[in-house]
């Protein structure tokens, strides 16, 4: 089975504070997805990664950078965190870059910025 | 650009009801069509999909048929049970190959 782990479940950090949030996929998958779940809004793409090194924007990167060093990982950064940064963050991976390809989740992390 | 616009919830229903969740979308050419669940405290895991016109997707007793002419990729399931409370997203990728989610429904089966 496909398992995607994300390094916390629950986090609490204050505003002006740098977060890492890091994702670990175990399946060699090329791809890696970085997504915020705001209820009534589902979810919205922030970054995502077709290779390592490699980056790209998606739908809300304001305020968000990321890092793709090594294949299997690939870390969301806030450089300095802000109150409307609270959120759910999902992180994602899938195999192949075609538009039938499954993405695979890890369990998420609740961040609140106080 | 894409989008993807799902029956607004949260749907109540008893154990063995019928479920329908509508899900439509917008997109140019030919998108794959997916719904994913997340089930309390968990991430989204893929329920179903369907990459092609008239396609139906089936899992666990929940199927969805890919309709091209009404743009549309509705969730049903002939009897619910408990288990099956969660949230719902449908979800298209198209030619840009990422996801467009749609808001999520809150499902919720009383026993």
């Known amino acids: 089975d496909v398992k995607v782990t994300q390094s916390s479940r629950y986090l609490v950090k204050r505003t002006g504070e740098k977060v890492f949030l890091e994702c670990v996929q175990d399946m060699d998958h090329e791809n890696m997805f970085w997504y915020r779940q705001d209820p009534g809004l589902g979810l919205r793409l922030i970054y995502f990664?077709?290779?390592?090194?490699?980056?790209e924007k998606g739908d809300i990167p304001e305020g968000y950078s990321v890092s793709r060093e090594k294949k299997e990982r690939f870390s969301l950064i806030l450089e300095s965190a802000s109150t409307n940064q609270t959120s759910m963050y999902l992180c994602?991976?899938?195999?192949?870059?075609?538009?039938?390809?499954?993405?695979?989740f890890g369990p998420g992390t609740r961040l609140t910025v106080l | 650009g894409n989008s993807v616009t799902q029956m607004e919830g949260p749907v109540t229903l008893s154990e063995e009801a019928f479920l329908t969740i509508n899900c439509t979308y917008t997109?140019?050419?030919?998108?794959?069509l997916f719904w994913y669940v997340q089930y309390p405290g968990e991430g989204l895991q893929l329920l179903l999909k369907a990459t092609k016109a008239d396609d139906k997707g089936s899992n666990k007793g929940f199927e969805a048929t890919y309709r091209k002419e009404t743009t549309s990729f509705h969730l049903e399931k002939g009897s619910v049970q408990v288990s099956d409370s969660a949230v719902y997203f449908c979800a298209l990728s198209g030619s840009a190959r990422q996801l467009t989610f749609g808001s999520g429904t809150q499902l919720t089966v009383l026993p």
């Open positions: 990664s077709y290779d390592v090194k490699m980056k």
């Open positions: 994602a991976s899938s195999r192949e870059r075609v538009r039938t390809d499954t993405q695979y």
């Open positions: 997109a140019t050419g030919y998108p794959s």
